[in-house]
């Protein structure tokens, strides 16, 4: 590996590499991401290498093992190029013949190929598959042309380009840029970067850390994870600019230890960049010094609340404490501290080498830039997205996601599971921090979970009480204690219990518990309650006045009846009956008994006459 002592260095390394490069005739991108691991990519990567090996192909056909690629539930996937050919969902069998029709003899292999749900068309190349089109991937797409493990394929994108632009720069002027650029934390609360940058320069401290906030407390979120996973060069690039700005010596990423790929891949990339002396004393000869080091979290959701992540990292039980004095001011070791995420981190290289006007031409005029998404949900097409910020709910629903996969959305949940959920009269709304907030929604984490009518939304919200409860530190009473209050309500509606009176109790103490809780978590804990009593109040009164579940899911108020007119006692149900709770001889007409009736539903898909029905 090269040691780079300045900016020259580092040019000649990359012309190199590049050069280097042009002995391939074709390079394979192969996602080995956490979400196509789970579907055996392992075993694709294996056959690929033995496959190569045994045509002799190795120094002309390069495969790359990248980071997420976005579109999950495809994988394990891959692009090759220099056609951008896009095949999905791939198995160990078909990789001789990716290499004898495709790499060899250019033909599509049309099976592999992606199919786009609305038109059932095949799409071989990935530029033209809507899903991908209709985003603006200024992050995410850097992770297909990146092994994490090598430092060499970030270089050839220009790594590192940034940072030596920013040593040649005042430190004043790199927070500027930054002021300049629009970009607001994407890790939920939206501050405005460059101001918290500001402030952490200007605050008087013998030492000043950076940290970046790769905790990622929302388990359905994925962003993060994805480009630490996948291009963990990004996030130290920016983490120095950012120290080179702020004056800080020293960086911490602090990182949940379930994530192993994330934890690996960014321990590889540090070592890396020591190596070459991008990391440590005297970087690129210009007298920074500055380092970084890991720190694992175990995962708590509040430990994604800042002063509960220095609590952690400080070796103390990660719980907030009052903000009287911003981590600014007074952070790790009553430091001096600035702490954005991953995604943050990983613009700022952008920013500094394409300039904020580059940056600031995306998005609308309070939220500028791009944001990743995690889609899931009742949607045809989930995965990562990125989007223009202020671009609407209804385009990322419908034309990146594709719609429903059962014909009607709903409502969508944003921000992870202190958002709220939006209905579909709302999908106009342009996707920013103002925006969301303003309609009882937050951009938060970046979840967003589709839903269609078979959702209750008044399930929806005891589903996510029982997480916010479970996650919740308990230091405070009005999150300890409210949250606990407003769940017990929630399951008296759900089971039939309440009055109309309760409907009042529960905005009460929601408003209550959002107002007085001490941190951000508790704060937000009622979005999805007060959002969906806010759009879906009809659904809350019906449990509660008519004792029915509209959408047919809360099993207290729903049970099962086999109809006479079509049972012909084939006792089909009566056997998959794990409860016991049908009767009937056979060719006879079969009851379900209610009292036993746990209604899992099991005897319903077992019906082939379709003969039971849901009430």
């Given at each position: 590996m090269e040691v780079i002592k300045n900016p020259e260095v580092l040019s000649v390394w990359r012309k190199k590499i590049l050069n280097k490069n042009t002995f391939y005739t074709h390079t394979v991108s192969l996602c080995g991401g956490t979400g196509c691991q789970a579907g055996s990519c392992g075993t694709v990567i294996s056959a690929f290498k033995k496959e190569l090996a045994r045509n002799k192909l190795e120094k002309k056909v390069r495969l790359r093992v990248t980071g997420c690629h976005g579109f999950c539930e495809q994988g394990p996937l891959m692009i090759i190029?220099?056609?951008?050919?896009?095949?999905?969902?791939?198995?160990?069998?078909?990789?001789?013949?990716?290499?004898?029709?495709?790499?060899?003899?250019?033909?599509i292999i049309e099976r592999l190929c992606y199919t786009d749900p609305s038109t059932q068309k095949k799409c071989p190349v990935e530029s033209k598959i809507p899903f991908y089109a209709q985003q603006s991937r200024i992050l995410i797409d850097r992770n297909k042309n990146t092994d994490p493990s090598d430092i060499e394929d970030y270089i050839a994108e220009n790594g590192y380009a940034a940072l030596c632009k920013s040593l040649k720069m005042q430190a004043n002027d790199i927070i500027q840029e930054i002021l300049k650029s629009g970009l607001r934390g994407r890790g939920g609360g939206g501050y405005p970067t460059g101001k918290k940058w500001q402030q952490t320069a200007a605050a008087a401290g013998e030492k000043k850390y950076i940290i970046c906030n790769a905790d990622e407390g929302d388990p359905g979120a994925y962003m993060d994870r994805s480009i630490l996973e996948g291009n963990p060069h990004s996030v130290i690039e920016g983490m120095m600019i950012g120290a080179k700005a702020i004056g800080a010596d020293e960086g911490i990423i602090y990182v949940r230890n379930e994530y192993p790929l994330a934890v690996l891949h960014a321990g590889i990339a540090l070592e890396q960049c020591r190596n070459a002396g991008l990391l440590g004393k005297n970087i690129l000869g210009s007298g920074f010094s500055f380092d970084i080091r890991i720190v694992r979290g175990a995962g708590a959701f509040v430990s994604g609340e800042s002063s509960a992540l220095i609590a952690s990292i400080s070796g103390k039980v990660g719980e907030p404490s009052p903000k009287d004095v911003h981590l600014s001011e007074k952070g790790l070791e009553q430091n001096p501290t600035n702490m954005n995420n991953v995604e943050t981190w990983a613009n700022i290289p952008l920013i500094i080498e394409n300039g904020a006007m580059w940056f600031a031409s995306r998005g609308t005029e309070r939220s500028?830039?791009?944001?990743?998404?995690?889609?899931?949900?009742?949607?045809?097409?989930?995965?990562?997205?990125?989007?223009?910020?202020?671009?609407?709910?209804?385009?990322?629903?419908?034309?990146?996601?594709?719609?429903?996969?059962?014909?009607?959305?709903?409502?969508?949940q944003t921000g992870g599971p202190s958002g709220g959920c939006l209905p579909a009269s709302k999908f106009d709304l342009p996707v920013d921090f103002e925006a969301l907030s303003e309609a009882g929604?937050?951009?938060?984490?970046?979840?967003?979970?589709?839903?269609?009518?078979?959702?209750?939304?008044?399930?929806?919200?005891?589903?996510?009480?029982?997480?916010?409860?479970?996650?919740?530190?308990?230091?405070?009473v009005p999150c300890r204690i409210g949250l606990s209050r407003i769940r017990e309500i929630i399951c008296r509606i759900t089971e039939g219990k309440a009055e109309m009176q309760d409907l009042e109790l529960l905005e009460e103490i929601s408003q209550t518990v959002s107002e007085a809780s001490l941190c951000a978590l508790g704060k937000t804990a009622p979005n999805p309650v007060l959002s969906t009593i806010r759009y879906f109040r009809e659904e809350y009164i019906s449990h509660i006045h008519d004792k029915k579940c509209p959408a047919k899911v809360c099993k207290s108020l729903i049970k099962f009846s086999i109809s006479p007119e079509i049972c012909t006692g084939c006792g089909a149900c009566k056997r998959e009956c794990p409860a016991g709770a049908i009767s009937g001889e056979k060719k006879q007409i079969h009851n379900i008994d209610q009292s036993i009736c746990t209604k899992c539903g099991i005897c319903r898909e077992t019906c082939r006459l379709s003969a039971i029905s849901l009430n």
């Open positions: 190029e220099p056609d951008n050919i896009f095949y999905c969902r791939l198995s160990p069998g078909d990789v001789p013949e990716i290499l004898t029709q495709t790499i060899k003899n250019h033909k500028k830039g791009t944001k990743i998404f995690a889609l899931t949900g009742k949607i045809k097409n989930t995965g990562l997205v990125e989007v223009a910020m202020g671009t609407s709910l209804k385009k990322i629903i419908y034309d990146i996601g594709g719609g429903s996969i059962s014909g009607t959305v709903k409502a969508v929604s937050m951009v938060g984490s970046g979840g967003m979970v589709v839903m269609d009518e078979n959702t209750c939304m008044v399930d929806v919200a005891r589903y996510f009480l029982d997480f916010l409860i479970d996650e919740s530190c308990g230091k405070c």
